[in-house]
T-cell receptor, first 115, second 116 residues
Framework: GQQLNQSPQSMFIQEGEDVSMNCTSSSIFNTWLWYKQDPGEGPVLLIA?????ELTSNGRLTAQFGITRKDSFLNISASIPSDVGIYFCAGHPPGSGGSNYKLTFGKGTLLTVNP | EAQVTQNPRYLITVTGKKLTVTCSQN?????MSWYRQDPGLGLRQIYY???????DKGDVPEGYKVSRKEKRNFPLILESPSPNQTSLYFCASTGENGRGTKNIQYFGAGTRLSVL
C-alpha cells in the first residue's frame, strides 16, 4: 500500500524555538491531515488540507499541502512546553479500496520541548 | 460533545482467552475503524466499517474480528489472543466536524492490551 515518510522521527528543542516537520510520499494523496497525540490519549486533529498548494494556519501552527500532492509540512512557531507529543501526518489516498475515508498515517514525530 | 468511547482502557490477559474491546460513538457517523499503534510503526488500520453490517479488512486484520450491528457500536474481537497482539488500540469514527470540515477522524482514548 501507499506509505508516508515522516521526518524527523524525533526532535528536542528549547521553548520558544520554531519547529518544522514534513511528510512525503511517492504517490499522490487527496487530502493531508496533521494530528497530535498527547501521552495516554488518542490523536487529535490539528489541521486538515484539501487542495494542492493550500496553506492553512491554526494559531501557532501552519501546514501546507504540496503542489505535487505528494508532500506536506507542519510548522510550529514559538514552541511551548505543552507542544510536547507525537505529531502524525495522514492522508487519504485516491481510490483506496472503495473507501474514501481510509487514512494512511506516517510513523510520527516525537517532539520534546525543554522549558 | 463529540465522543468516541473505548472500554476497557487497560487490559492484561493470557494467550487464547477471548476478549472484546468495545467502541461507541455519539456522532451518528457511518464510518468507523480500528487501529493498532506500535513503536516505530505508527498507526495501522485493522478493520473498518462503512455502515451497519458492512465491514472490511484494513492493513493488519489477521487475528481480529469486528461486528457492526448498530451504527454507534463497533467492537473489536480477539478470538484467541497471542503475545504479538500486545499493543495500543484505537477506535475511530469519521464524519464532518460541524463546521463544514469533512472526513475528520475522531479517535477514542485508546486501549492498552497486554497478552501474556
Amino acid at each position: 500500500g501507499q506509505q508516508l515518510n515522516q521526518s524527523p522521527q524525533s526532535m528536542f528543542i528549547q521553548e520558544g524555538e520554531d519547529v518544522s516537520m514534513n511528510c512525503t510520499s511517492s504517490s499522490i494523496f487527496n487530502t493531508w491531515l496533521w494530528y497530535k497525540q498527547d501521552p495516554g490519549e488518542g490523536p487529535v486533529l490539528l489541521i486538515a488540507l484539501y487542495k494542492a498548494g493550500e496553506l492553512t494556519s491554526n494559531g501557532r501552527l501552519t501546514a501546507q499541502f504540496g503542489i505535487t500532492r505528494k508532500d506536506s509540512f507542519l510548522n510550529i512557531s514559538a514552541s511551548i512546553p505543552s507542544d510536547v507529543g507525537i505529531y502524525f501526518c495522514a492522508g487519504h489516498p485516491p481510490g483506496s479500496g472503495g473507501s474514501n475515508y481510509k487514512l494512511t498515517f506516517g510513523k510520527g514525530t516525537l517532539l520534546t520541548v525543554n522549558p | 460533545e463529540a465522543q468516541v468511547t473505548q472500554n476497557p482502557r487497560y487490559l492484561i490477559t493470557v494467550t487464547g482467552k477471548k476478549l472484546t474491546v468495545t467502541c461507541s460513538q455519539n456522532m451518528n457517523h457511518e464510518y468507523m475503524s480500528w487501529y493498532r499503534q506500535d513503536p516505530g510503526l505508527g498507526l495501522r488500520q485493522i478493520y473498518y466499517s462503512m455502515n451497519v453490517e458492512v465491514t472490511d479488512k484494513g492493513d493488519v486484520p489477521e487475528g481480529y474480528k469486528v461486528s457492526r450491528k448498530e451504527k454507534r457500536n463497533f467492537p473489536l474481537i480477539l478470538e484467541s489472543p497471542s503475545p504479538n497482539q500486545t499493543s495500543l488500540y484505537f477506535c475511530a469514527s469519521t464524519g464532518e466536524n460541524g463546521r463544514g470540515t469533512k472526513n475528520i477522524q475522531y479517535f477514542g482514548a485508546g486501549t492498552r492490551l497486554s497478552v501474556l
